[in-house]
């Protein structure tokens, strides 16, 4: 060979492995357009309203927002809700959404907004990251082509598609996507102002106070740590790198300390467990579920649960013993679309794509994600595990997909890029073999996999549709590999946006997991004319009266609807959160959720609904989807008074419910712990009498007695407003769950904030008459409790 021919050889090879940019800059308004197009077609079920995002979005999340927005435009704060647990506190409450942008915003423009709006929230969330990436591949002058594969795997793939109903880690996984683009442009441009908005939008991110954030923040860390070591000029790179990386601490810390400070004192005192080693694994991905990236819906995770046979499931296990995971169905689908996975499997893996310089960080930041996603079964899993701070605080390695898939997107995007460039590596024969026997070997064990478990027939219609899909990637590529290379990149654009569209509409589309008909919620609107909830409405302004407001609870009727509370005003005793008061869950047995009756527990303190603690929350109307003797066994006839049997529920009354505010001249202390475990009040207490106190009762002032009163004369959130006439003074008892974060005033002055038996709030008052008012002021609160923990660490000096 020629000096002249080796010279060229060389340098094809080197075009090939060093892409040079493209020769003009593409039209990004477009390419945007067409995100947008895509992304509209793909929302169009949710964004009809014809259907919704099911399960804990309405559940939990959209009553969450029913409740912010009615406050808001109610003029009450937010911060504390007296509709669910007997009282909780919504400003420390990660899912709240209080401090989640999008959410807020809809809350703010709209006093009663309907599925619609929350879903459009969450979609909206996911094309503003989408959006974002394009931006990214721009920057990079990667291919249109690639950053529309990119967007739209992003948006519609792996658990933003499967697990959208999780709103909190979709969110993480959106502002991912934004702090991703505002922190490269920070590094490669010096640029301060990107340092600061990209931290203000990682504070949202963590926020979210989920593993997804936190695996989102380790990612965006070892991205910047690797962007410095692999600069050309480490040292100079660094020095660069500092003000605005300062800049982004500045902003997240603004965005986010308080928040987070709030949380961590009220976890304190919450009922959220640790998390051991052996209970996190429970949560990991199986091998093979890495299937799902090929064949979406291999397991049937779509359709009926009956349909469902991967691991974890009674096909899976009475064939291949148990597995020992705690996931749902939908937990462990990777599809993103065949095309992304195909390139990161052909030119990624094989060709050895994975390893450019431009895109080495990425990859191993994906491989070590994928690691942790498969948890114990992979020696990897124990290491991460130790020794990343914050891991131990989350059950499911699983929802590293959400990352995973964020990355594996960005992947498929740029080699997308290199092939419609032919900047590709060239493949070999034998990588060609490679490659066709990698995907050969991956249909046959799925199809292995469903004939020995006797589900053929549930997977051959994903096992079709994924090779009828193969053959639309494949000739997608080749057409717009050809009309990149003569120089038509639009319309190469145009073609593969279409394939990825259609390919995730079809394999990522509305199915049991993500989209559910949107009138079975009609509960959770809040012009519902559901008739228990109006019975309730109607019964409770029947009974309520000056010392009067009676709590309802809801146990037993379906999923959606312990949360129902929060968007209709009903006080009451249950509801959905994983998330609670410790004190009140020990006392009463309130769990995360009473969908089901065997989830209504009681404890010693509540050991049924004929209980006195039941009497003193004020809970009069029992709202059950079958009989109450079924969920609470110690009832006898006549306990509770069956008043209405409605579509979807029985209806009772406990005739013994207490007023929520009661005036006693006797107090007592009592070692509330003692009463807790044994389920025991002192000898002839009598809450309309006396008040159990955890100290030394102050002394009443004395003088004449005589009949006293006390009576609601304005009940908030977050303010409480009393009046009493107390002739020799006395307690007044406020039957709502105690917070220290609650303060009290008599009369406009401070006073003494009393725990009153066991879980209830009390204060003395003079004789006479009194104004009294309980506020909820959290923020004191938290200087209070960081101030009490300095002074504990640096007691003055003997």
């Not at 669910?84 to 990660?94: E, T």
């Not at 026997?437 to 478990?453: D, K, P, Q, R, V």
């Not at 053959?471 to 003569?486: E, I, S, T, Y």
């Amino acid at each position: 060979m020629s000096e002249q021919k080796r010279s060229e050889q060389k340098l094809s090879e080197q075009e090939r492995s060093d892409p040079a940019p493209l020769r003009a800059p593409w039209p990004v308004v477009k390419v945007l357009l067409i995100v947008g197009a895509a992304w509209l077609a793909l929302s169009w079920p949710w964004l009809s309203g014809v259907m919704t995002v099911p399960w804990d979005a309405k559940a939990h999340f959209h009553p969450q927002l029913q409740f912010l927005a009615s406050a808001l435009h109610k003029g009450l704060s937010p911060f504390w809700t007296p509709f669910v647990f007997a009282g909780s506190p919504q400003v420390a409450d990660p899912q709240s959404l209080i401090f989640s942008p999008p959410f807020a915003l809809i809350a703010l423009l709209n006093p009663a907004p309907d599925f619609r709006w929350s879903d459009g929230a969450l979609l909206g969330s996911l094309l503003v990251g989408a959006l974002c990436l394009v931006l990214l591949f721009r920057d990079r002058d990667w291919h249109p082509g690639g950053a529309v594969v990119c967007a739209l795997a992003f948006a519609f793939g792996a658990s933003a598609a499967w697990r959208i109903q999780h709103v909190g880690q979709v969110l993480s996984l959106a502002y991912f996507a934004i702090t991703l683009l505002l922190l490269s442009r920070a590094l490669e441009r010096g640029s301060w102002g990107y340092g600061f908005f990209a931290g203000i939008v990682a504070g949202f991110m963590v926020l979210g106070r989920d593993q997804v954030a936190l695996i989102g923040v380790y990612v965006l860390a070892g991205l910047v740590i690797a962007a410095i070591a692999m600069a050309k000029q480490p040292l100079r790179a660094l020095k660069g790198s500092l003000m605005p990386l300062c800049l982004g601490v500045l902003g997240a810390v603004l965005v986010a300390a308080i928040p987070i400070l709030l949380t961590a004192f009220l976890a304190q005192e919450s009922n959220r467990p640790a998390i051991d080693f052996a209970g996190a694994g429970k949560g990991s991905l199986h091998p093979a579920s890495l299937l799902t990236g090929l064949v979406a819906n291999l397991y049937g995770a779509a359709g009926p649960l009956e349909n469902f046979w991967g691991p974890p499931s009674p096909a899976w296990e009475a064939r291949f013993g148990a597995v020992d995971l705690y996931l749902a169905r939908n937990m462990s689908e990777l599809y993103l679309g065949l095309l992304p996975l195909l390139m990161i499997i052909g030119v990624g893996v094989v060709r050895g794509g994975l390893w450019r310089r431009e895109i080495v960080a990425l990859s191993v930041a994906a491989i070590v994600v994928l690691i942790y996603a498969l948890g114990r079964y992979t020696p990897g899993f124990r290491i991460l595990f130790s020794a990343l701070p914050g891991l131990d605080l989350y059950r499911r390695p699983a929802d590293a997909l959400f990352i995973l898939g964020a990355l594996f997107a960005i992947l498929g995007g740029y080699f997308t890029h290199l092939v419609l460039t032919d900047t590709a590596p060239r493949p070999r024969r034998w990588q060609i073999a490679l490659e066709a026997a990698l995907l050969g070997a991956a249909f046959g064990l799925a199809i292995w996999l469903a004939w020995t478990t006797g589900r053929l027939g549930v997977a051959a219609l994903p096992l079709i549709t994924a090779l009828l899909c193969l053959l639309l990637v494949a000739g997608a590529l080749v057409a717009a590999r050809g009309l990149a290379l003569q120089g038509a990149g639009m319309a190469a654009t145009l073609i593969l946006a279409m394939t990825m569209t259609i390919d995730l509409s079809v394999n990522n589309g509305p199915s049991e997991s993500t989209a559910l008909p949107s009138s079975r919620y009609e509960v959770l609107r809040a012009d519902s004319a559901n008739e228990t909830i109006a019975l309730l409405k109607r019964e409770t302004a029947r009974t309520a009266g000056p010392d009067r407001r009676d709590r309802i609870e809801l146990a037993g009727i379906d999923f959606h609807w312990p949360n129902a509370s929060l968007v209709h005003g009903l006080d009451n005793t249950l509801g959905y959160n994983p998330l609670r008061l410790g004190l009140y869950s020990a006392a009463t047995g309130a769990g995360d959720h009473v969908a089901l009756p065997d989830q209504r527990t009681f404890s010693a303190l509540m050991p049924s609904y004929r209980s006195l603690l039941a009497d003193m929350l004020g809970l009069r109307f029992i709202t059950t989807g079958v009989p109450v003797e079924q969920i609470d066994k110690a009832l006898k006839p006549g306990d509770l008074v069956q008043i209405a049997r409605t579509a979807d529920a029985f209806v009772y009354e406990n005739p013994r419910a207490l007023p929520r505010v009661l005036l006693v001249t006797n107090a007592q202390q009592a070692d509330f712990d003692a009463i807790l475990k044994s389920g025991q009040w002192p000898a002839g207490f009598d809450p309309r009498r006396t008040v159990l106190l955890d100290r030394t009762p102050p002394r009443l002032p004395g003088g004449p007695a005589g009949p006293g009163t006390v009576s609601i004369r304005d009940y908030g959130t977050t303010d409480v407003i009393l009046e009493a006439d107390a002739p020799a003074g006395g307690f007044v008892v406020l039957n709502d769950v105690w917070q220290p974060w609650w303060q009290v005033e008599v009369d406009g002055k401070p006073a003494e904030l009393l725990r009153a038996n066991v879980i209830f709030r009390a204060v003395q008052v003079p004789p006479g008459r009194s104004t009294i008012r309980f506020t909820f002021r959290p923020f004191d609160g938290l200087f209070r409790a960081i101030g009490e923990r300095v002074r504990k660490a640096n007691p003055p000096p003997v």
